[in-house]
């Protein structure tokens, strides 16, 4: 099986060398595995393991899941002071490079730099700001912290190569490829209090703006490629904006291009310079354009400051394959060869246990993996890209007996059957999920926050008056949540009649039942008991009683920990 990830990228100090990451290998010659799903191509050495079906609840199927309002930090919480064929891996990672320019030095292009950092030293374009005493309180930080380095650097490990290439292609300075180690330490489940979400932090609004689809299934913010294509388009419309002015297009992209824009109005018409150092600006965005500044400096000079970066090498780790159409996810990873967590590290923006059915129809595996799964992904039939099996109703039976029968939801099996509205009779053959298995926690969690999205207008619960043909199932689509959720903040089963007119809450206030959902997370180099805590959102005290720990115990890399995710319901 080919590794996931390269060797971690280690961040020591200047003591201890650093250790050379190596490359991922193509593979030489493809074998043929058999599976319960059929005969697969296979790299050699590798065996597809097909697990049986999982009896764990699902988030859609549990509603104290589905309602959870637990979510991710904004970034790590160590964090800083105040394709159109079926693979392309030839194409969406190898794009033409851009004419010589800033980016190259010494005839070197691109691709002939051997360490990625290299690469990105050679298209550093913005101010030094070396005299700046806020850049040098970050750089302090910076240098005095490793181990959030060494986290972030760790994760960016899959995505910069693509996001340098990217930048490149734009002719765009190369700083911003480090944008993402200050907006969420390269954590791709990354979610802050405003709702911003992902690698480049969009809230809902900007993402919608920018092109990034967010529904049921998907979200946009968290997809590797749509969102770095999205905050690019962003960045350099703020950077037209501002006449060509980097520094304050990265405050923008901050705070907001109106409260850029008032200060410099004020500062014009004082007659005081309109460079960023000189503006009245937030507390927060007078902080964000240092720390970028200091991590450039960092970069570009680790050994001044104690610090060894361990090479990335200069080529793609990902590549995007077209999936022909929705796929189950568990399914997609084992004709991949890889594991469902890896699957989802790559592909952060489907949050439940397949893709989206309207689309995006493509996901990211590895590079050595694209071509396999390009011709796997062709062999499998409907049912069992979906991993379906088939039951036939029983009297007594309901959509939602059904859905708790198979450890899923009735938006799921409508979306399987294709029944919009309506209940179901006896003897009717339904296709029912047979290749479900536990989500990872984080990715529970982010289908948590749009099953249990809570809205409020002046304290009062956000409500939906029924239109003439609605069904619970039609508004949960349209609201985005969940149809078990939905009937139980409201009294109902998931199948009963609407009137039109009716009103139907989609939120309730915080006095409810707390429900508890137990998950498993597994302990991930550079992982500190403090750091999963705010992760989950819990206490240092809880996470050790959950789990049989001391304040003196130590975590290993691969130890399971049991999580208590709290929701509420009305």
């Given at each position: 099986?080919?590794?996931?990830?390269?060797?971690?990228?280690?961040?020591?100090?200047?003591?201890?060398?650093?250790?050379?990451?190596?490359?991922?290998?193509?593979?030489?010659?493809?074998?043929?595995?058999?599976?319960?799903?059929?005969?697969?191509?296979?790299?050699?050495?590798?065996?597809?393991?097909?697990?049986?079906?999982?009896?764990?609840?699902?988030?859609?199927?549990?509603?104290?899941?589905?309602?959870?309002?637990?979510?991710?930090?904004?970034?790590?919480?160590?964090?800083?002071?105040?394709?159109?064929?079926?693979?392309?891996?030839?194409?969406?990672?190898?794009?033409?490079?851009?004419?010589?320019g800033p980016t190259q030095v010494a005839g070197l292009d691109p691709a002939q730099y051997g360490d990625l950092f290299d690469r990105i030293r050679a298209g550093f374009r913005l101010e030094d700001a070396s005299e700046r005493a806020a850049v040098?309180?970050?750089?302090?930080?910076?240098?005095?912290?490793?181990?959030?380095?060494?986290?972030?650097?760790?994760?960016?490990?899959?995505?910069?190569?693509?996001?340098?290439?990217?930048?490149?292609?734009?002719?765009m300075p190369?700083?911003?490829?480090?944008?993402?180690?200050?907006?969420?330490?390269?954590?791709?489940?990354?979610?802050?209090?405003?709702?911003?979400?992902?690698?480049?932090?969009?809230?809902?609004?900007?993402?919608?703006?920018?092109?990034?689809?967010?529904?049921?299934w998907y979200d946009g913010r968290r997809d590797i490629v749509e969102s770095t294509r999205a905050a690019l388009d962003y960045l350099q419309s703020l950077h037209d904006e501002f006449n060509g002015d980097w520094l304050l297009a990265i405050a923008a992209y901050n705070c907001g291009e109106a409260l850029v824009e008032r200060a410099v109005d004020m500062n014009r018409g004082a007659g005081r310079p309109v460079d960023f150092w000189d503006l009245w600006l937030p507390r927060e965005t007078k902080a964000y354009v240092p720390k970028l500044l200091a991590m450039k400096r960092l970069v570009l000079d680790p050994e001044a400051f104690g610090l060894a970066f361990s090479p990335i090498p200069n080529q793609?780790?990902?590549?995007?394959?077209?999936?022909?159409?929705?796929?189950?996810?568990?399914?997609?990873a084992e004709i991949a060869g890889i594991s469902p967590e890896d699957l989802y590290e790559l592909n952060p923006a489907f949050h439940r246990w397949a893709t989206d059915p309207a689309g995006p129809h493509f996901v990211l595996v590895?590079?050595?993996?694209?071509?396999?799964?390009?011709e796997n992904i062709t062999q499998l039939s409907a049912d069992q890209r979906l991993g379906v099996a088939h039951y036939s109703v029983h009297r007594g039976d309901s959509l939602a007996s059904v859905a708790l029968k198979f450890h899923t939801s009735v938006v799921v099996l409508r979306e399987l059957n294709d029944l919009p509205v309506g209940g179901i009779t006896v003897g009717d053959d339904l296709r029912v999920p047979g290749a479900m298995t536990d989500l990872p926690a984080k990715v529970v969690l982010a289908a948590a926050r749009v099953d249990g999205r809570v809205r409020f207008r002046g304290g009062?619960?956000?409500?939906?008056?029924v239109r003439r043909g609605d069904s619970l199932w039609t508004i949960a689509r349209r609201t985005g949540m969940n149809v078990n959720t939905l009937a139980v903040l409201n009294g109902l089963q998931p199948d009963d009649p609407l009137r039109a007119g009716q009103r139907i809450r989609l939120s309730t206030?915080?006095?409810?039942?707390?429900?508890?959902?137990?998950?498993?997370?597994?302990?991930?180099?550079?992982?500190?008991?403090?750091?999963?805590?705010?992760?989950?959102?819990?206490?240092?005290?809880?996470?050790?009683?959950w789990n049989g720990l001391s304040t003196h115990s130590h975590l290993r890399t691969g130890q399971k920990l049991r999580i208590h995710l709290a929701s509420r319901h009305g």
């Open positions: 099986m080919p590794p996931m990830r390269r060797s971690p990228l280690l961040v020591l100090p200047l003591l201890a060398l650093a250790a050379c990451a190596h490359a991922p290998q193509r593979p030489a010659q493809p074998q043929i595995l058999e599976s319960p799903l059929g005969s697969f191509v296979a790299p050699p050495g590798q065996t597809i393991v097909s697990a049986p079906p999982s009896a764990a609840p699902t988030p859609e199927a549990d509603p104290a899941v589905a309602s959870a309002s637990a979510s991710l930090p904004a970034a790590d919480p160590a964090a800083p002071v105040d394709a159109s064929g079926p693979t392309e891996a030839k194409a969406l990672e190898q794009q033409p490079a851009p004419a010589p040098d309180q970050q750089l302090r930080w910076y240098a005095s912290n490793p181990d959030y380095l060494q986290r972030a650097f760790g994760r960016a490990d899959l995505y910069l190569y693509y996001i340098v290439t990217e930048l490149e292609r734009r002719g190369l700083e911003l490829a480090l944008l993402p180690v200050v907006e969420s330490a390269f954590e791709p489940y990354a979610y802050s209090r405003a709702r911003a979400s992902g690698l480049w932090q969009f809230i809902p609004g900007t993402g919608s703006k920018y092109g990034l689809k967010q529904d049921w793609p780790y990902f590549a995007r394959v077209s999936t022909q159409g929705q796929v189950n996810l568990r399914i997609a590895p590079v050595e993996a694209a071509d396999v799964f390009a009062r619960a956000h409500v939906q008056v206030d915080s006095g409810g039942r707390v429900h508890r959902r137990h998950v498993e997370y597994t302990v991930r180099e550079g992982d500190t008991v403090p750091l999963i805590a705010r992760l989950f959102q819990c206490s240092v005290p809880q996470l050790l009683a």
